[in-house]
């Protein structure tokens, strides 16, 4: 591999570990912030407990996200020291609101760990809306930058320099809010699928007249509700991101969609692969004039295609594939969601079948894969460019050569904090299992294994 490949493998092998604890880390104080809600209406103290365990799991990934997020940010100054060149000049102000945004989170999160027993419950529930809002700003405020790479304003470039540098305008570009509230939105489902797989892993393990499993059930249900309602927003949220590529990025939604010719009633195609040499996707289902509606809600949306941009600005072709996999979970985890509040909710069924709980088991695991998924397309479909028709990738990158021995030595890292993580999280449910706090929040209990 060139040195310019292996940059780019070691930033994305960096932020595809990082996004995993950064997107948990701002969906979980949401599944936390509605557990205490819950609690203090219905005094349900249940609700209590998951708050405080989920918060136990919290602080670990908060402990994981936090160094990881500073290897990211030392790696881009070293490896891409023209971007951060860029940045710093036209691009700073979410590098430095972020630090504020990152204190609000570690103050109120410390308010209600170490106070929720001595506050009253509307400052409980107060202090988790302020660790949500610190959470939530932390990841817009650094997505933002990534908005800001394929939509940069505020700043004139010509002759290789850049001048009527206007930070508030690089800051509120055009992609700005499109993207800040899918960042919000995808948070939100993998918090709440997340919640859901375990919840669902542990209804398994239990006798469906325990206490235990009737905990992991009332879990269950709220996460599937949250997760189904955030992934419902989501598909209208995508919609709204498509018409801005079509609008700003328009040979990467060409190249989502596998489409080389410019055309108006243009189909939207789902599966297959794109093949380069017939200029065509393989074996995909096409669905007659619904990209253009897509793009412009008319499907007389003239849709322009690869061939109108010189082949060397042309994504990778294999987005297609990214995207339509990111596209098909969210619409899975809609279903799941459905047929789960469905089953109990409309059907009236107290228990779940082994079959259905093992979908929602698998259901956690599938909203990160659809995670990594979208994040990587957003940022291979941006290619060749690092700064979209500014600044290309390869002129931003470290001229440093040997970045192989790197690239393994951070690989080995980040294997043995998965594994760390593992093993603190289960050691400390192990030792702290559910009855244990039920019992001592005077829930009544019977005698089973949690």
């Known amino acids: 591999m060139d040195d310019l490949l292996i940059a780019r493998s070691l930033f994305g092998t960096t932020m595809a570990f990082h996004i995993i604890f950064a997107t948990i880390g701002v969906g979980l104080p949401l599944m936390i912030l509605a557990a205490e809600i819950l609690y203090q209406k219905t005094k349900d103290r249940d609700y209590a407990v998951m708050a405080k365990r989920w918060t136990k799991a919290f602080a670990v990934i908060l402990g994981v996200g936090i160094p990881t997020g ?6 881009l100054t070293l490896l891409w020291p023209g971007f951060m060149e860029v940045i710093g000049l036209v691009m700073p102000l979410p590098f430095q609101i972020e630090i504020y945004a990152f204190f609000i989170e570690a103050l109120f999160m410390s308010i209600y760990v170490y ?3 001595r506050i009253a419950p509307w400052l409980r529930i107060l202090s988790l809306v302020f660790v949500g809002i610190g959470a939530l700003s932390s990841a817009i405020l650094i997505t933002n930058v990534h908005a800001f790479q394929g939509t940069p304003a505020g700043f004139r470039y010509e002759n290789g320099k850049f001048s009527d540098i206007n930070p508030w305008e690089a ?3 055009p992609s700005f809010f499109v993207t800040a509230g ?6 939100y489902i993998v918090g709440a699928f997340v919640v859901a797989s375990v919840a669902a892993f542990k209804m398994l393990k239990n006798r469906s007249d325990s206490t235990v499993y009737r905990f992991h059930q009332k879990a269950l249900m709220m996460s599937l509700a949250i997760g189904g309602i955030f992934s419902f927003l989501t598909a209208l949220n995508g919609h ?28 939207l195609t789902i599966g297959g692969f794109t093949d380069r040499e017939s200029q065509s996707v393989k074996w995909g289902i096409e669905i007659p004039w619904a990209l253009s509606f897509l793009a412009g809600n008319r499907f007389d949306t003239v849709v322009v295609g690869l061939n109108d941009f010189p082949e060397e ?7 297609h594939t990214l995207f339509n996999a990111m596209v098909g979970i969210g619409v899975l985890l809609i279903l799941i969601a459905l047929i789960g509040v469905g089953w109990k909710k409309v059907w009236k069924k107290e228990r779940f079948p082994k079959t259905l709980l093992w979908i ?4 956690g695991p599938l909203a990160i894969i659809g995670i ?5 397309f957003a940022c291979t479909g941006r290619q060749p460019w690092v700064i979209y028709r500014v600044l290309p990738t390869a002129e931003a990158a470290t001229t440093a050569a040997n970045l192989g021995i790197l690239f393994v030595l951070f690989f080995c890292i980040y294997v043995i904090l998965s594994i760390a993580v593992v093993f603190v999280l289960l050691y400390y449910f192990r030792k702290h299992p559910v009855l244990d706090d039920l019992k001592r929040n005077g829930t009544m209990i019977s005698n089973t294994k949690s």
Do not use: R
Not at 240 to 267: D, I
Not at 313 to 319: A, S, T, Y
Not at 360 to 363: A, D, E, N, Q, R
């Open 70 to 75: 500073t290897i990211a940010g030392v790696q």
């Open 115 to 117: 106070a929720a027993e």
């Open 182 to 187: 899918h960042v919000a939105l995808s948070a």
């Open 171 to 173: 800051f509120f570009n």
């Open 360 to 363: 929602f088991v698998i259901s």
């Open 313 to 319: 600005w042309w994504p990778p072709l294999f987005v």
């Open 240 to 267: 709204e991101t498509a018409q801005y590529l079509h609008e700003y990025q328009p040979e990467k939604l060409a190249a989502a969609e596998g489409l080389f010719e410019t055309q108006s009633y243009a189909p």
């Open 372 to 376: 990594e998924c979208g994040w990587i």
